[in-house]
């Protein structure tokens, strides 16, 4: 069995039986690669292409994965539909090709927090608090949805260009998971941002709390 990635998508391949056409990468990661896309779906519009690969010899397994993909679909539509939170990228389909999944959500223009970080090395008062905010805001849509993220850092947090406003993106819950089905016992947590009871495997709605002190 391996997890990972086929060959990269290129500029103008369709994929998703047509419906969308790849415009550029906009990064990679061990689960697989997010792509800049236009839906061709009625209205052309852009949108962000999560595309993810298992690869298994067991059928047991594979079905496993494809439920797992299928739950994190199915947890950002319903995150995204009335009552919504306005601070997670919409979701817009899910689509499975063979061993391949693809999943459609809203583009956000911007850039991450990690990115800015970089560039600037930190954030005043007045921008950190007003972060604080926003995340905050998300964190208790998703709780009360039974939703835990399990990855709150930098990369995670998208500043967008029009308005400033922080999203919450790239939900880790169904990471963990896969990586389970691929090594048992693997926990899908960052050094740095993750607490204890994470790290030991039993993670709880404080623990996104404790990643986004430790990220401000």
């Known amino acids: 069995m391996t997890l990972g990635q086929g060959q990269t998508l290129t500029t103008g391949q369709l994929v998703g039986g047509g419906r969308f056409k790849i415009i550029k990468s906009l990064g990679q990661g061990n689960f697989g690669e997010t792509y800049l896309a236009e839906d061709r779906h009625d209205s052309p519009t852009q949108c962000a ?17 494809k439920e797992l993909f299928e739950r994190e679909a199915k947890a ?43 560039r600037d090395k930190s954030l005043n008062e007045d921008k950190v608090a007003s972060l604080l905010e926003d995340v905050l805001n998300s964190l208790t849509f998703i709780h009360r949805k039974g939703i835990i993220h399990r990855d ?19 939900f880790g819950a169904v990471k963990q998971e896969v990586a389970q089905l691929a090594t048992p016992g693997t926990q899908i947590h960052t050094k740095g941002y993750a607490p204890l009871e994470q790290i030991q495997g039993n993670p709880k709605n404080f623990s996104d709390i404790y990643a986004l002190g430790m990220t401000a």
């Open 49 to 65: 292409l999560k595309r993810f690969i298992f690869v298994s010899s067991n059928p047991t397994t594979f079905a496993k994965a």
């Open 76 to 118: 950002l539509k319903d995150l995204t539909e009335k009552p919504e939170n306005h601070l997670i990228p919409k979701y817009i389909a899910y689509l499975s090709d063979g061993q391949e999944w693809y999943l459609a959500q809203e583009y956000i223009d911007g850039c991450t927090l990690r990115e800015e970080l970089q």
């Open 152 to 170: 709150i850092k930098p990369a995670n947090l998208i500043r967008r260009n029009e308005d400033d406003k922080i999203f919450l993106i790239d």
